[in-house]
């Protein structure tokens, strides 16, 4: 059985913690404490392929973003959530994946790019368009979820398995540093 190491990163208040445990226990947690760092195992099947999550659920605040190179260093996949009723955070995700890539020292990781609150419609700063063009331009998926509600929370653990199989397959995709030394 194969383990990932998935990262779930985003601003302060954009609800990694609930999409994590939602995924994990099938609930909805209304009020929480601001994450610092938690982590949580939790087997799936995806594609007839048994497998084991190791997921990271990050602090969105900006006193512990010093630590966000150590958990980019050490994760596989990376879950990149903003709040579709905050405009403000998805501004923040940019420099987010951009730090990914400067850590990884690599274009293609393995990351999903997710809009939440979807059950908050009414609220919407953040159009499924935008959304939808940022992953478009960082070549990655694109989902829009409920935490609340479940929606796509499991689509959403699902794909980035599928990202991080696909991205350690020979030929995959354009691996920087694969060589044959005879």
Known sequence: MREYKVVVLGSGGVGKSALTVQFVTGSFIEKYDPTIEDFYRKEIEVDSSPSVLEILDTAGTE???SMRD???????GFILVYSLVNQ??????KPMRDQIIRVKRYEKVPMILVGNKVDLEGEREVSYGEGKALADEWN???????????GSVDELFAE?????????QPNGNDRCCSCVII
């Open 63 to 65: 006193q512990f973003a």
């Open 160 to 168: 980035i398995v599928r990202q991080m199989n696909y991205s350690s």
């Open 140 to 150: 990655c998926p694109f989902l829009e979820t409920s935490a609340k509600h479940k």
């Open 70 to 76: 150590l958990y980019i260093k050490n994760g596989q």
């Open 88 to 93: 403000q955070s998805f501004q923040d995700i």
